[in-house]
């Protein structure tokens, strides 16, 4: 199996342990991942400013891909939901599609709309498939309970993005659970991490951030688990900014999913950059056991 | 004396030139932090760091860094392979030429007791390396006009650097085989060195040499009879030799030489050979009095950037040596266009005719900016738009062959630009998720003041937000502004929201206020009344606009199926474009 890697803007520069964990866990799990050097960034950052340049800059990456007969898998959620909207609307219509296709032909490009536009979770839920997962696991986690938190781009506008169900979700609480962790219910699991408005209005993304933490946090999470840089971050980073700022300890760690998972198909810690995190994760290895030896 | 002097002017300009832009390093200002610290105080400073690396273990990371980044040139190999094979030429051979054949009395004859220009190997090196050069710039001008690598700018100063050393390299070659043919030459070194008056044998040495030597006489030519040749083989064994290999070896000029050979008598006639030395040597000259002022300074700059950057741990730089760091990274600075390259928002250059979007652009507006020269307010702009327009994803940095940190110059300038209160709208998109992660690192009021110069203007641009009790016609009044939402299509379907308030009560930033409409102004419902109304102001002026975090609930929730966070999207989009049409 192949792909080609969406790595976007914010993952090399800030968050170095989703991509060592992301690539360690696919290519256990037997897949292949093309970098193309070529992509830039989805045009997520720059919806607000101009509809036209984000449509081109994701257009210019399915493209990309096209050329190379490849389908892409990103690692994030803002990314996944860019570049399904733009893939949605240019399929939609033809006119926007040739404006585009204008532009890229300069460069030698068309979009035609041939690749596929995958999250690292929705291939691992479908393309690979728990099965697989399961067959590579060599550890599990007891008595780890875990808040799945879907991000808001992966599932909404669920008609474009077609990911998972946008009111009742499950892909991502299975594949918690196939970890041997449990993956809680907690009322705000499908709200935004906050991580839009950082930068824009720090008073109110803090409030949304910390809102959502503690709500996790009642209803018995020992991690909230994410797989999106700016949920991570603003999880992570961000988290340990505001609470500093407003005079509180930190009220939940947060955990890539790759991390979660590479720990169960035995990677290496170090590879899985456990240390990286902000807030420290390191406890979270107590509650592995090796497969066997479950009560 | 021509010589003397002008050597000595170009000289001094070099040298003079070489402190004016080492004094630079000292005095451009470039950084948020940057507090008043004295050019003398800063120098201080930096003397202090290398002394420190000097005497530390830090050497051999320095000594590694001269031999892979500095000679060796991994950092550009690892990017592109052609344009490796390129710079290595270029560089390999000029930095070769100039220490065996620019400076061959201060090391080639001092090295080689031997040493003579007309004897090998150095007759042959001397071509070797030329044409090293030569290859190398046939490859850089393939390179820019033909393979044409994307948004890789050629500017004055890249063509200026390309014409130097063509120049220099090509009269060289000219120089060398018009001397080879060149009957007075000849005639003259006969004169000094053979002892031969009788004419018999000058006849003899003549006819050799215009066999062997390719020297072009007025008086003999080819076929010659063998035992004059033989008879003028021992003249020049006894005269000649001891300086003089064949001319074969230096294949460029040889070559050449054979190709101007039917013109030869003309050709010392005109005494082109004279005009090319002075050709060659004042295009030496002018080059090097040039240097520090032209795109060649990166010989120092770039190397001394790689030297500092192998070193210097940016988070226990002290304020001071970050700030000469940034000013020494501005002239380290190639243009060689691998950041615009890589860059990943370049591709919005095709929409925003800014060309200050491109990293390798950036960079010069920045050189004039830290030099203190005024720039017309629009340029500013565009400058300010340029460095914002970024998502700090560091590629630039990563792959900058000369290893400046391009990512901190951005975060730097960027701030030094918004506290210039020109509002940038750019400020109010996700772009500025990095810049909150910095937050630490700026003024807490220059911090908020950027974000609410944004929201302030296009506020001023709303005329009926602060007219809250004026009444208005039922009639849409802006049927324009109704009409022309459809950006995509799925956003043109606001006008059947039913008013049911789903979305407002569903948004997340709503819900966090206990008296939302004071903070946010409209909510999403009102707005798409407002826009269903024709009513610009209100909906482009409500802080809610701004404050939306795209979250889709409200979209995925609309019993009616209105694209409410869609028609959000858009109506930022189309503030933005009205308030700065307005402004200007």
């Known amino acids: 199996m192949e792909f080609a890697l969406f790595i976007g803007c914010q993952i090399s520069a800030r968050l170095n342990q989703y991509e060592s964990s992301a690539r360690a866990v696919l290519s256990q799990l037997g897949v292949r991942l093309i970098d193309i050097r070529d992509f830039n960034c989805c045009g997520y950052p720059l919806r607000n400013i101009e509809f036209k340049i984000f449509l081109l800059s994701s257009a210019r990456n399915l493209a990309l891909a096209e050329k190379r007969n490849l389908n892409i898998l990103t690692l994030c959620k803002c990314c996944y939901g860019s570049l399904k909207k733009a893939d949605y609307l240019l399929k939609e219509s033809p006119s926007l599609r040739e404006g585009v296709n204008k532009i890229l032909e300069k460069e030698g490009l068309k979009y035609k709309g041939e690749p596929q536009i995958k999250h ?141 998972l590479g720990l169960s198909l035995g990677i290496d810690k170090k590879i899985l950059g456990l240390e990286m995190n902000e807030i420290p994760i390191s406890g979270i290895e107590n509650a592995l056991f090796d497969i066997g030896t479950e009560v | 004396m021509f010589f003397k002097f002008s050597l000595f002017l170009s000289l001094i300009i070099f040298i003079i030139g070489l402190i004016y832009k080492i004094s630079n390093w000292f005095r451009y200002k470039i950084g948020i932090g940057s507090v008043e610290i004295s050019g003398s105080r800063r120098f201080f400073y930096a003397l202090q760091g290398i002394f420190a690396t000097l005497f530390s273990l830090r050497i051999i990371n320095l000594l590694k860094s001269f031999v892979l980044d500095v000679l060796l040139q991994y950092r550009i190999l690892r990017e592109d392979f052609l344009r490796w094979v390129m710079h290595i030429l270029i560089y390999g051979g000029f930095m070769l030429l100039l220490l065996m054949h620019a400076l061959d009395k201060l090391i080639t004859a001092k090295l080689f007791d031997s040493y003579y220009p007309t004897l090998n190997p150095f007759l042959f090196l001397r071509d070797f390396f030329g044409i090293l050069v030569i290859i190398g710039i046939i490859i850089a001008l393939y390179r820019r006009f033909i393979l044409k690598p994307p948004r890789l700018k050629t500017n004055a100063m890249d063509l200026y650097a390309v014409i130097i050393v063509a120049v220099i390299m090509l009269s060289g070659i000219f120089l060398e085989a018009t001397k080879m043919v060149a009957y007075s030459d000849y005639k003259r070194m006969v004169e000094e060195y053979s002892g031969l008056s009788d004419p018999n044998e000058l006849k003899a040495l003549e006819a050799y040499w215009v066999k062997e030597f390719g020297t072009v006489s007025p008086n003999l030519k080819e076929p010659f009879d063998e035992r004059l040749l033989a008879q003028g083989e021992e003249f020049h064994q006894s005269s000649c030799a001891g300086c003089h290999t064949k001319y074969q070896s230096a294949f460029a000029g040889y070559g050449t030489a054979k190709l101007i050979h039917p013109i030869g008598i003309r050709i010392d006639q005109a005494r082109i050979p004279h005009l090319l030395w002075y050709l060659h040597v004042l295009a030496c000259l002018v080059g090097l009095a ?211 308030q789903t979305c407002t009560t569903v948004c997340p930033v709503v819900a966090n206020y206990e008296n939302p409409q004071e903070v946010l102004g409209l909510l999403p419902h009102q707005i798409m009344h407002a826009a269903g109304l024709g009513l610009r102001d209100l909906a482009f002026g409500s802080n809610m606009l701004w404050d939306c975090l795209t979250c889709y609930q409200c979209q995925e929730q609309c019993p009616q199926g209105v694209a409410v966070t869609d028609v959000l999207y858009e109506l930022k989009n189309l503030a933005i474009q009205y308030v700065k049409e307005k402004r200007s």
């Open chain 1, 120 to 260: 690292l979770l929705s291939a691992l839920d479908r393309d690979i498939g728990l099965d697989k997962i399961k067959e590579k696991m060599v550890k599990k986690y007891r008595d780890l309970r875990v808040a799945t938190h879907y991000g808001c781009h992966v599932l909404r506008p669920s008609k474009v993005v077609n990911f998972d169900d946008p009111i009742v979700p499950s892909l991502f609480d299975q594949l918690v659970a196939v970890t041997g962790a449990e993956s809680i219910d907690w009322s705000m699991k499908l709200e935004c991490c906050g991580a839009p408005l950082w930068g824009i209005n720090d008073g109110l993304s803090m409030d949304l951030t910390l809102k959502k933490l503690k709500n996790g946090k009642e209803s018995g999470a020992d991690y909230v688990c994410t797989a999106c840089p700016y949920c991570q971050i603003q999880f992570d980073k961000v988290q340990k900014m505001a609470s500093s700022q407003r005079n509180g300890t930190h009220l939940l760690p947060s955990i890539l999913y790759p991390q979660l």
């Open chain 2, 290 to 500: 040039y240097l520090p002022f032209s795109k060649m300074f990166h010989l120092f700059s770039s190397a001394m950037n790689l030297l500092v950057n192998s070193i210097a741990d940016k988070e226990k730089l002290r304020e001071a040596n970050q700030m000469t760091r940034r000013a020494l990274e501005l002239d380290a600075c190639t243009h060689c266009g691998t950041c615009s390259l890589r860059c990943s928002v370049a591709q919005t250059y095709e929409e925003i005719q800014n060309i200050y979007i491109l990293p390798s652009e950036k960079i010069s507006a920045i050189r004039s900016l830290a030099s203190g020269k005024s720039l017309k307010g629009e340029e500013l702009r565009k400058i300010q738009e340029g460095v914002y327009l970024c998502t700090n994803c560091l590629r630039c940095t990563v792959v900058c062959p000369v290893g400046i940190d391009l990512q901190d110059l951005w975060f730097n300038v960027r701030e030094m630009l918004l506290q210039k209160g020109y509002p940038e709208f750019l400020i109010l998109s996700p772009l500025s998720y990095y810049r909150g992660l910095m937050r630490g690192e700026i003024l807490i009021k220059d911090y908020q003041n950027a974000l609410l110069q944004a929201r302030e203007a296009i506020l001023a641009q709303c005329e009926l937000m602060r007219e809250k009790e004026k009444t208005i016609a039922l009639t849409p009044p802006d049927k324009k502004f109704q009409s022309g939402l459809g950006l995509s299509t799925q956003a043109k379907n606001f006008s059947v929201c039913f008013g049911c």
